[in-house]
């Protein structure tokens, strides 16, 4: 599965984008030019801090090609003073 698209960001600071489970595959994640995910793992997590703008739509690119145990990919994010939490699908387009 590869997509790629938009990712909405709604306010200027650090985001930390990170699974919350294992993911078992080839995990290949960009954010506004910054490598977030480059992995072929049979267990394993990703976590990257991404400096974004505010209020702005950013290039996102994601590929995952399973390896036959657990298939968890997900985007999730960590906002300036937030939570962890998917990346909800309003803040994504193609």
Do not use: C
Not at 5 to 27: E, H, K
């Amino acid at each position: 599965m590869t997509w790629t698209g938009q990712l909405f960001v709604p306010y200027a600071g650090d985001y930390r984008f990170s699974s919350n489970y294992w993911v078992d595959g080839i995990v290949y994640i960009s954010v506004n030019g910054t490598v977030v995910a480059d992995l072929n793992t049979t267990g394993a997590g990703y976590s990257q801090t991404v400096a974004l703008p505010g209020n702005t739509w950013v290039p996102v690119s994601m590929s995952f090609l399973p390896n036959g145990g657990s298939n968890n990919m997900q985007l999730g994010w960590i906002s300036p003073g937030g939570e962890w939490r998917p990346v909800a699908r309003s803040y994504m387009k193609p």
